[in-house]
């Protein structure tokens, strides 16, 4: 007998495609038009109006709230309430929309800057200068990182963000050319020109930013975070460690009217001889120091980000799978 629903099960996966891109064209659409609109009114008028923007987005996102409710309660456990959960929570939405209505106004912070950023750790920041080679800035989803990012470039280091593609195209693009405005160039992680992108910035002497809280499709280390094993990108420490570089961390924070940037101080890369190890070793210190600045400052990460859901890769070959080598061709396009 014929299965009546066989023609349903060929159609549903283009039925999904044509929705997630239905989606996507609303999202990019809605984008545009708040970028837009948040452009007409002051920077200040603009953050006030993101805190309600935020706490809506709280309402009526349900799966992204309860996911972040959720993982609020996997990483604190019994540290906080149910009450403090669900306003950190809420926080992290705020935090989300006041970030983006900042990206709308980032010429007026751009030329506000020395009122609306505070750094710590300055002298961190310009040894990398002053070193005259390429270095590694480790961060994560926490903060608003694209003005992190672009404060370096207003600064006058040349910057290159490591990222990975959107799926909403127009946020996508927007993105992208906002960043290069500013003085960011973005190496999409799967464009196939992403190693090519990556060598020219390290002989350009820039930094390379590099997010390290996401769990990747990508080569990556499973190594603690909030007492459970995560899939870590193994980028940062494997061109660390097979380039030579220093690698340092920096963070952005919100305070009542602009931000806290800190600049870490270098790591200190141990070499053992064993590539693989050290790489391992190396991406569960920048782990570890993600999770106490999260610690810190919970109220401004993504928490509805399925952090520590995919399975462990104890097997993972990241000499023979990961495209940043330290080969002969590599180190002498360097030279």
Not at 262 to 288: H, W
């Amino acid at each position: 007998m014929k299965n009546p629903l066989r023609p349903l099960r060929r159609t549903a996966p283009r039925v999904r495609r044509l929705a997630q891109r239905l989606k996507n064209g609303t999202v990019g659409l809605g984008a545009a038009s708040a970028l837009q609109l948040s452009a007409r009114v002051s920077l200040e008028h603009t953050l006030r109006l993101s805190e309600q923007v935020g706490a809506l987005l709280y309402r009526v996102l349900r799966q992204p709230r309860h996911l972040a409710l959720e993982h609020l309660q996997i990483a604190f456990g019994d540290e906080l309430t149910p009450t403090a959960r669900a306003h950190l929570a809420r926080a992290s939405f705020v935090n989300m929309a006041r970030c983006f209505c900042e990206l709308a106004k980032i010429d007026e912070i751009r030329a506000r800057r020395d009122e609306y950023f505070e750094v710590d750790g300055e002298a961190h920041a310009e040894a990398l200068r002053t070193a005259g080679q390429p270095a590694i800035i480790i961060t994560g989803h926490i903060g608003n990182w694209e003005l992190l990012a672009a404060y370096f470039a207003w600064r006058g280091f040349p910057v290159a963000a490591i990222a990975r593609r959107i799926h909403a195209e127009r946020i996508n693009q927007l993105l992208v050319d906002l960043r290069r405005r500013h003085g960011v160039e973005t190496i999409l992680r799967e464009s196939p020109h992403s190693a090519r992108q990556i060598l020219k910035a390290l002989k350009d002497n820039s930094l390379l930013s590099m997010v390290i809280d996401k769990d990747p499709h990508a080569p990556s280390v499973s190594v603690p975070f909030f007492g459970r094993m995560a899939r870590t990108p193994a980028a940062a420490a494997a061109l660390a460690i097979r380039q030579n570089l220093p690698v340092t961390a920096a963070f952005i924070q919100r305070r009542d009217f602009g931000h806290r940037i800190t600049v870490c101080p270098p790591f200190v890369i141990e070499r053992s001889g064993d590539v693989r190890a050290d790489i391992a070793a190396l991406t569960r210190q920048f782990s570890l120091t993600f999770e106490r600045q999260l610690r810190r400052n919970p109220a401004e990460w993504v928490w509805w980000h399925r952090r520590g859901r995919r399975a462990r890769l104890p097997h993972l070959d990241l000499d023979r799978d990961f495209q940043y080598s330290s080969s002969d061709a590599v180190m002498r396009r360097r030279g």
